[in-house]
């Protein structure tokens, strides 16, 4: 698996409303309407990174879930880093956004 570039990254990223490239990590935060909508987002996610064997870093608060991700064994950014962060902003627009 090949880490990307920072231009790699930053190009993959204007796809990504809301997401952030720090501290060598693909960010992003959602503030959903109850705890169990939260929950329920985070199994959902759980579920297709055991599929895909790619796990992110989740972050639960209440009403507000983040998610980290990157690949661990090349200390960076790869495709499949963009494959579950896209997976994760097309399951949140399609389940919690308005008029989707």
């Known amino acids: 698996m090949d880490k990307l570039s920072i ?3 930053k190009a993959n990223l204007e796809s990504l409303e809301g997401w952030r490239f720090d501290s060598d990590q693909l960010k992003t935060s959602y503030k959903l309407n109850s705890f169990m909508e939260v929950m ?3 199994n959902l996610i759980s579920d297709k ?3 895909i064997n790619h ?3 989740i972050i639960i608060d209440y009403k507000i879930i983040e998610f980290n991700i990157m690949t661990h ?3 960076g950014i790869s495709r499949l880093d963009f494959q579950l962060a896209n ?3 097309e399951t949140y627009i399609e389940l919690f956004t308005p008029n989707s």
């Open 7 to 9: 231009k790699e990254i």
């Open 40 to 42: 329920s987002f985070a």
């Open 49 to 51: 990174s055991e599929k």
């Open 55 to 57: 796990h992110p870093k």
């Open 73 to 75: 064994d090349i200390s």
């Open 87 to 89: 997976f994760i902003h």
